[in-house]
């Protein structure tokens, strides 16, 4: 007898009810919960990863005046732009649903799932590893996941249409890469639907290509259902928190320009921006700053990293970070304690050439 999963469309909705969703459902399967595939939409919203600061990543202030809503994801990854043009989908699985905690691994089947999915409605999707699905060599969707305790998360999109002006007003990008070029350039490297298919396939028969493509490379079956009476207290208690600015700034930092030192490195696993606030005459970090669109488990890894740091002598930095990872042990996917430890050194090699 196969298993069965739940299927779960929530529609449209604001950032913030869309990562109480997302906080909810995932602790449900942690707590052993059925597997679910969910489906979302998102009216325009700006989303940061869980590590990253929303004074860093975005332009809060056009946000505002847009009525974009701004959110912190439950998870770590980038700054998003997201809107009524893309179709979101989102896997909440247990851990043992897979013989392997490689996530390249897993991205590639599951990647390999949905575009089955869009080739049933003849799309001519492919998988580009890391984590993409493109059609001709253009993107039109992305994907992430990670590991919370037993459970997994892994989410997806497809961009049915794509505003991409306006996706690089949100996010703070340098203003010279706002250029009309830069925007062309941007929609050369995307695609859409509406682009490749003139239109012709609905959001319905998206999802329904999708969930037929899950079940199938899954072995189970779906069946539609909704919240659980227990989920949905927890998504009210959960929406309220994270509708509040404290769930937002809870992370938010300087931005880079008002920090002592900084240095930003892109790495395997993701980019990290450090910023150092330090005490020249005293030859100590005052306040080490750790943000980017890594992702890291337990999530307060890093806050409790910044503290390990604070106040301490720069020759101690590495025996610092590797006694700190010796003993808080971290999923960090393709992030090492190395990386983090020499972006930090980078920053702190600037030290006698900024004044106080």
């Not at 809060?60 to 980038?78: A, F, K, N, P, Q």
Request: aromatic fraction near 6%; include cysteine.
């Amino acid at each position: 007898m196969r298993q069965v999963w739940r299927l779960l469309d929530t529609g449209l909705r604001p950032a913030a009810e869309n990562m109480a969703l997302d906080r909810t459902l995932l602790e449900s399967t942690q707590a052993g919960g059925v597997n679910t595939l969910r489906f979302l939409r998102f009216r325009p919203s700006a989303l940061i990863g869980f590590h990253q600061s929303a004074n860093q990543e975005l332009h809060l202030e056009y946000c505002r005046e847009h009525g974009i809503g701004v959110s912190r994801r439950i998870t770590g990854g980038g700054a998003l732009y997201c809107d009524e043009g893309q179709i979101g989908w989102e896997l909440f699985l247990n851990r043992r649903t897979f013989d392997t905690a490689d996530m390249l691994a897993i991205a590639s089947k599951i990647c390999g799932m949905a575009v089955e999915g869009l080739r049933s409605l003849g799309i001519d999707a492919a998988f580009r590893p890391r984590n993409d699905i493109e059609v001709g060599g253009r993107k039109i969707g992305g994907t992430g996941g990670a590991f919370d305790g037993e459970a997994l998360l892994y989410q997806g999109t497809v961009l049915t249409d794509f505003d991409v002006e306006r996706m690089m007003r949100v996010l703070r990008i340098p203003r010279e890469k706002i250029s009309d070029k830069a925007i062309a350039s941007a929609r050369e490297r995307i695609t859409t639907l509406n682009e490749v298919a003139d239109g012709s396939i609905t959001n319905a028969a998206v999802q329904q290509a999708l969930a037929t493509a899950f079940a199938e490379g899954f072995g189970v079956d779906l069946r539609a259902q909704g919240l659980t009476d227990g989920e949905e207290d927890q998504f009210g208690r959960y929406h309220r928190e994270m509708s509040s600015d404290d769930w937002l700034l809870e992370t938010d930092r300087p931005r880079l320009e008002v920090a002592s030192v900084s240095a930003v490195r892109k790495t395997a696993g993701g980019l990290v921006r450090v910023m150092l606030l330090v005490d020249r005459p005293r030859e100590r970090i005052k306040q080490a700053f750790i943000t980017g669109d890594f992702f890291v488990n337990p999530k307060r890894t890093i806050v409790d990293l910044e503290a390990a740091l604070r106040d301490s002598a720069y020759e101690r930095l590495r025996e610092i970070v590797d006694h700190f990872f010796a003993t808080h042990p971290a999923q960090m996917l393709l992030l090492t304690p190395d990386d983090i430890a020499s972006v930090i050194g980078e920053a702190l090699a600037q030290k006698d050439t900024v004044a106080s």
